[in-house]
């Protein structure tokens, strides 16, 4: 009788095992929860972003230090090529709330050490970027003549669904290109409106040239705060 006992525990504690074991395999498999594009924002959650931003700022004690910060907050954000492995490939920056905030956290850092004392955004200027509409997504490509980028345009795709911008800012005039590949770069901007799209999907950011050109940039907005 005790021997059935045991083994009715043995049994129990095996089955426990197996379920745990089970859960984090799947968890391995799935990965962690997904954070989608932060359209609602709290006041509190926007100081978290400033601090966020601040922070390293601060910390920061060489010229290159703060370069290196600079470089990894584009690249939270970006989609496309990456500007360090290809300079002259189409790449695009998604200027979020958080985005935006984190980087006046570190225009805080910097005024703050010039001023030799501590700057903080208002609540009413943090409420301001809260309330925002627009996802700004500046483009940034190359091309063969200083007015190529003239004229082009960006839409995102969902599925099915195309998303037209807000508005498109008239691309920059051509600058000459110093490495190699097509000889001029150049950029524009675009605005969505945040209750267009959804910012929690799987989206092609499609640029269009006048000449036809067509270039394609996979992001996953999911992994974009």
């Given at each position: 009788m005790v021997q059935g006992f045991l083994h009715g525990q043995r049994v129990r504690v095996s089955s426990l095992v197996l379920s745990v074991l089970s859960f984090w395999w799947v968890m391995a498999v799935l990965g962690s929860p997904a954070y989608p594009i932060d359209v609602k924002l709290t006041v509190d959650e926007g100081k978290e972003a400033l601090a966020a931003g601040r922070e390293p700022m601060l910390k920061a004690n060489s010229a290159e230090e703060v370069r290196e910060i600079m470089q990894r907050a584009s690249k939270v954000t970006r989609v496309g090529a990456d500007?360090?492995?290809d300079p002259c490939g189409t790449s695009a920056i998604l200027r979020t709330k958080r985005f935006w905030l984190e980087s006046f956290g570190?225009?805080?850092?910097?005024?703050?050490?010039?001023?030799?004392k501590k700057i903080r955004?208002?609540?009413?200027?943090?409420?301001?970027?809260?309330?925002?509409?627009?996802?700004?997504?500046?483009?940034?490509?190359?091309?063969?003549?200083?007015?190529?980028?003239?004229?082009a345009q960006v839409t995102l795709l969902q599925g099915s669904k195309r998303v037209q911008p807000v508005d498109v800012s008239p691309a920059e005039r051509g600058r000459k290109n110093p490495g190699k590949g097509p000889g001029y770069r150049s950029r524009f901007t675009a605005r969505f409106a945040y209750?267009?799209?959804?910012?929690?999907?799987?989206?092609?950011?499609?640029?269009?040239?006048?000449?036809?050109?067509?270039?394609?940039?996979?992001?996953?907005?999911?992994?974009?705060?």
């Open positions: 500007p360090e492995t570190r225009k805080e850092a910097t005024e703050s050490k010039r001023q030799k955004m208002p609540d009413e200027k943090i409420r301001k970027y809260l309330e925002m509409p627009n996802l700004e997504i500046e483009v940034q490509l190359c091309g063969d003549d200083e007015y190529f980028a003239e004229g209750d267009s799209f959804d910012p929690n999907a799987k989206t092609k950011v499609e640029v269009f040239f006048t000449d036809g050109r067509l270039d394609i940039l996979e992001a996953d907005f999911s992994k974009i705060k």
